[in-house]
């Protein structure tokens, strides 16, 4: 297939394995997968040191199942992202350990308390569904597949991440500071996750075109918006005066760009930006610690392999 | 020999069971399903697998779901905030559907 009938034919999962795919379709949309099964990997690891700090048993049950479930949509978007047939899943894991692999701008700061918790479990998590739920008409099959699950689950995880936020703010005083505080850190990034202004965008165009994506940064951002500023000033946030965001006539919303700082933005996204550096190293350890396991489950897969071939 | 035969209806949909067919190899087994399950309910695409290969896990062995209260991991649960957006509310949707599939109360 060139690119021409593939622009022509780019429908909500229109192609699939079974499809003779350009190269230029097949490396877009690896990029695209692999960055957002990083994305998962990292975000769990975030937030992993949570079920140990959680405050109560539920909140315990609930960060384990949820951190549970985020390895599990890593572990599915590998394999959707494996079936265009460019790059192994290990190459993949490989390269996420060395530092090559990008992920979030969010994933790359550090996480200490739990009154943050609801900045990643609340705000980041709601941005990354609102964004998947448009995933699920992407041209890739398996991409799309892959977020019919995520999107089945990631109810749980949005809307127990508000009743952290909920919690928390009518709790002490002190816990509603320590919200507010951890909120006016985290909301530029938040704001940045949908990348930069659609003309700054480097891949937008072709993945568009090719109906891997179905929105624009600034479309899923300003949805975002519409929904989730509200709700933080329900739960009586206050929303910083930067960067400032101007509501426009139709509704959507128009953020400053020069407000916020693309520098970290795009030493974050070369995994150049040093908190982010040590959780990419983290990360890296704990795969290499549990390497036998990995070790055994190859020779199982050996053992049968040859015993199967024995049998033929 | 036997092939478990799945159809997909159209383009992007899931592959689902549909029934089997009896072929002596994978080029027959094909032919066959295309006559026997291809043919008046919508196709785009079937799979065919050996029977001999599908592995079965049933609910007298396993304990699907866990048998103790896991209502942590349910959107239902969280009841006093209202989902943040129309995804979060489908999803929730989804669960709840699911959940009383499953037999929950």
Known sequence: ?????????????????????????REAATRMIQFHANSEIMGAYLERPFVRQAPSLDRKLAFSAKVQDEIGHGQLLYRAAESLGVKTRDEMLDELANGEGKFLNCFHYPMDS???TPMIAFFV??????RQATLKSSSWEPYAHAMDKVCFEEGFHVKHGEDILR????????EQRMVQDAFDEWWPRIVQFFGPT???????GFAEEVGLKQMTNDQLR????????????????EIPEYPRIEERDDGTYEVRESDLDWDEFFAIAKNDYEPGVGQIDGRARTQEA??????????????????????? | MIWEVFRQEAAGDYHTHCGNVHAPDREMAKQFAVIQHGRRKPAHSL???PQDEVAEVDEDEADFGGSTDKSYRWAMTYNDVEPAAREVADSEAEQAEAGADRGDS
């Open chain 1, 1 to 25: 297939m060139d690119i021409a009938e593939v622009r022509d034919r780019a429908g909500p999962r229109e192609f699939n394995a079974g499809d003779d795919m350009p190269e230029e379709y």
């Open chain 1, 114 to 116: 739990w009154a943050e």
């Open chain 1, 125 to 130: 998590d709601g941005a990354a569904m609102r």
């Open chain 1, 167 to 174: 919690e928390l703010m009518n709790g002490s005083r002190k």
């Open chain 1, 198 to 204: 659609d003309d700054d965008s480097t891949h937008h």
């Open chain 1, 222 to 237: 300003s949805a975002f918006l519409n929904a989730y500023v509200p709700k933080a000033e329900q739960y009586g946030l």
């Open chain 1, 290 to 312: 549990v390497e036998w396991v990995r070790g055994v489950l190859d020779e199982r897969e050996q053992a049968a392999g040859t015993t199967a071939a024995a049998a033929d």
């Open chain 2, 47 to 49: 799979w065919v697998v």
